[in-house]
């Protein structure tokens, strides 16, 4: 198990940041105007880990939009502020579960004691 140590406010205050500056820029290219539906956004996010796999299958081409990136990069990147947006714009502390998820993580036996996967 990894010793390092970090300051479980600041990484929930820094993603908490992000979440923010996502948000407002969604809200600032439209994306929010009339609300969001629910199902729509989990949807978006998981087509964008679809477009990961997509890159990954096709061994990791770099991205059109903003090389010198990999696309896979660029695509899980998309992943991460897909569901910042959405945090944001439903009030969740996506920040603050990330910590208590990864202080309950280090508990946990190996492999969640045997699972295959």
Not at 16 to 28: C, K, L, P, S, T
Not at 81 to 88: P, Q, S
């Amino acid at each position: 198990m990894s010793d390092l140590i970090y300051d479980e406010e600041e990484v929930s205050c820094i993603v908490r940041i992000v979440q923010r500056v996502i948000h407002e820029i969604a809200i600032e290219k439209g994306w929010w105007e009339g609300g969001r539906n629910d199902g729509e956004c989990i949807a978006l996010m998981h087509s964008e880990l679809s477009e990961a796999l997509t890159a990954l299958r096709h061994h990791r081409p770099e991205s059109d939009h903003i090389a010198p990136v990999g696309l896979l990069e660029e695509e899980l990147a998309d992943v991460i502020i897909r569901v910042l947006d959405y945090a944001e714009g439903k009030n969740l502390d996506i920040g603050g579960a990330m910590v208590k998820k990864i202080a309950y993580n280090r508990t946990r036996p190996f492999k969640h004691g045997g699972k295959a996967f």
